[in-house]
């Protein structure tokens, strides 16, 4: 990889730990809002331990409401850990077509994660300090990514 390449892999990985951290929260959060798991230890779990988005996803009977936070936070899983994959595979493509493909593909999955985390606050599950910083990483991984891909439309004459 190439020392760009490097410090972009790098930003990615970051924001992928991130939106990791934000997923495992979002979901511990949610699980303690159900009145049949607060207050009662987990099978198997000692104290202080969290609850995963593995062990969220095994209980039975969970409110509506809380599945929606489930499933945006797993959207922003999805798209903010993609980002980081397609820049992996973009940096060790085989082609030039390759390349640019896979890195359009890492922008359009780092601008879907913005409108995640945008709904994420506009439903006040992520508060403003929290939207605010994990925006503006995010922001400059599109920037950093759509400078990278105006690079190669250039290359090509202007053709995607």
Not at 21 to 28: K, P, S, T, V
Not at 57 to 74: E, G, M, Y
Not at 107 to 120: D, G, M, N, P, Q
Not at 122 to 130: S, T, V, W
Request: aromatic content about 6%; proline content about 1%.
């Amino acid at each position: 990889m190439s020392e760009i390449g490097d410090a972009i892999q790098e930003k990615c990985l970051a924001f992928g730990d991130r939106v990791i951290r934000l997923n495992d929260y979002l979901l511990e959060q949610a699980a303690s809002q159900r009145p049949d798991v607060r207050g009662k230890k987990e099978e198997g779990r000692g104290r202080g331990q969290h609850i995963t988005s593995s062990t969220f996803r095994q209980t039975s009977r969970v409110p509506v409401h809380l599945k929606s936070v489930a499933n945006i936070s797993n959207q922003l899983l999805r798209a903010g850990t993609s980002i980081g994959a397609n820049n992996a595979e973009a940096t060790n493509a085989i082609s030039k077509a390759d390349f640019k493909s896979k890195s359009f593909i890492a922008l359009k999955e780092a601008r879907e994660s913005l409108y995640w985390i945008e709904l994420l606050h506009r439903n006040n599950y992520l508060d403003d300090k929290q939207y605010t910083s994990l925006h503006s990483d995010c922001e400059e991984l599109v920037k950093i990514l759509v400078h990278r891909c105006k690079s190669l439309g250039e290359e090509d004459g202007g053709k995607k």
